[in-house]
């Protein structure tokens, strides 16, 4: 890689160094190693500083200044700036802001890294090999092929790092069919904790793209108001938020207002687990507003809300196969223009489990067919202690299921479908039951031990009644208490079951002491 100073630096600084006075101080500088071997010692740009054969393995203070030029690292050091409003390493849209080759072992934090522009990868920070830790710094405005922001094929931790408005395209070409990675693009090792990823476009991965061979453990972070889109064929663009090709875990964080074809949220054909996370308000021009699914998917303790799909339905989820497993979690006020409202389960080929327990899905609209849930093609999808309600279609049949292909099987679930009457029912299709189900009509066809169809199930509205998603609670006289049979432990808000003689059906526990009516105290005489 060539790396060169901007001439009007360069005509600036050769002549302070001739008369040798002491104006560096007022010059773009390094700073001061913190070692008592050069401790006065002033270095002209940072690429100086860390090519000095003194400084390997040394702290390097950075200056509160702009560093008009681009850094390559091939040894071991730390470089810590004054912080990220104040240090900034401006790459003049030469090449990679900063490259880091060779294996070192490379801390860097306090600096903004901006204006890079990579004829391949990593447009702000590339790393090539070798371990590097990026905290408390700003990595924007950066321009490549892929990993606009960030590329890494090392080892990478990132805290409290903010990657925004970046662009992983071909600007000279004026297209690129495979663009990935608009913020991040791994295809390591990658820790990304407190962080926030926004404002940036690609192909696929507009805001973080997890490669084939990468290993992504996101913590805390917030991805939002990124975007993808394909300039060859705008029906083939994955993953607005995310895209996971390989392992990727996904924990306490947010992910919001992205878009895409697939996937507005979040796209995967790898690996992932969701855990403790809200997927709000994406949108997939196609299909799986919140969540576009091919392989192996875990959403455990979740929210996945007002989310919106196009044709292809699934306005919360979609799925085409592997192994789904959604679990305490509540899909809830979803849409789609295909079928599907809050979640579609669609196989053409291929074994597949799509297994929800404990869950929430509720308030969700199609213009297609299965308001709460629809099931398609050779898709084997199983509800054991699930909560359907108020889920709508414009189809009159299945408001709340729609059961086209594959099995649908439940236990222990509620299907509570709204204004039902006439040519609207809750199911279109046939539920497999393994008994100990409500419907509030008879479409769903029940005819396990202990179902109840046409009955009412008495539930109160969706709102926050303890654990950390909304559910239905089931109010006094509800059938559903203690009629229960071999229900998981917890219900969808962590309470143990059974409260009762036996656990209740739905996703709710009913506990008297969140039921009880508390009187205003009274003095009697």
Do not use: K, W
């Amino acid at each position: 890689m060539t790396r060169r100073l901007p001439l009007l630096l360069t005509a600036l600084t050769l002549p302070l160094l001739l008369i040798g006075t002491l104006m560096f101080a007022t010059q773009i500088r390094a700073g001061t190693p913190t070692y008592d071997i050069c401790a006065t010692c002033m270095y002209p740009t940072i690429q100086a500083a860390v090519d000095d054969n003194n400084n390997v393995g040394a702290t390097l203070t950075i200056a509160p200044e702009t560093f008009t030029e681009t850094v390559e690292i091939t040894r071991s050091v730390t470089l810590v700036g004054a912080g990220s409003g104040q240090t900034i390493i401006d790459g003049l849209a030469v090449d990679s802001v900063i490259l880091i080759s060779g294996g070192p072992t490379v801390s860097i934090s306090g600096v903004t890294i901006q204006n890079g522009d990579a004829s391949l990868d990593g447009g702000g920070l590339l790393v090539e090999d070798g371990t590097i830790s990026l905290a408390d710094s700003i990595v924007e405005n950066n321009v490549a092929l892929s990993g606009a922001g960030i590329a890494n094929n090392g080892t990478a931790t990132l805290e409290n790092v903010t990657v925004r408005n970046n662009v992983a395209n071909d600007l000279l070409n004026g297209f690129c069919g495979d663009c990935a990675g608009g913020g991040i693009l791994n295809f390591g090792v990658m820790t990304l904790t407190n962080s926030t990823i926004h404002g940036n476009t690609a192909n696929f991965g507009g805001g973080i793209d997890n490669a084939f061979m990468g290993t992504l453990v996101a913590t805390g972070i917030e991805v939002y108001g990124n975007s993808v889109s394909n300039d060859i064929e705008p029906a083939d663009s994955f993953g607005g938020g995310i895209e996971n090709l390989n392992t990727m875990t996904l924990t306490n964080s947010i992910v919001r207002d992205n878009s895409a074809q697939f996937g507005g949220g979040i796209y995967t054909d790898g690996n992932l687990t969701v855990s403790g996370s809200d997927l709000y308000g994406n949108m997939a021009t196609t299909r799986g507003g919140g969540i576009h699914n091919l392989f192996n998917l875990t959403v455990q303790t979740s929210t996945i809300h007002d989310n919106q799909a196009g044709s292809g339905g699934g306005g919360g989820v979609s799925s085409e196969g592997g192994e789904v497993v959604v679990e305490r979690t509540a899909v809830y006020n979803n849409s789609a223009a295909g079928s599907g409202g809050g979640i579609v389960h669609n196989v053409t080929v291929g074994s597949n489990s799509f297994a929800i327990t404990n869950s929430t899905i509720s308030g969700n609209s199609t213009s297609g067919a299965g308001g709460g849930i629809r099931n398609a093609g050779v898709a084997n999808t199983t509800l054991n202690n699930v909560t359907l309600s108020n889920n709508s279609s414009i189809v009159a049949a299945g408001q709340s299921v729609s059961i086209l292909g594959g099995t649908l099987s439940g236990q222990n679930s509620i299907v509570n479908g709204p204004n039902l009457g006439g040519s609207r029912t809750n199911c279109s299709g046939t539920i497999s039951s393994n008994g100990y189900n409500i419907a509030n009509d008879n479409s769903c066809g029940l005819n396990g031990p202990a179902d109840l169809s046409n009955t009412n199930p008495l539930l109160g509205p969706l709102q926050n009644n303890g654990g950390g998603t909304l559910t239905h609670a089931l109010l006094i006289g509800s059938p559903a208490i203690d009629s229960g049979s071999g229900c998981p432990a917890v219900d969808q808000r962590g309470v143990a079951r059974p409260f009762g003689n036996e656990c209740d059906r739905g996703a709710y526990e009913y506990d008297v002491a969140s039921q009880s009516v508390y009187l205003p105290f009274v003095i009697r005489p």
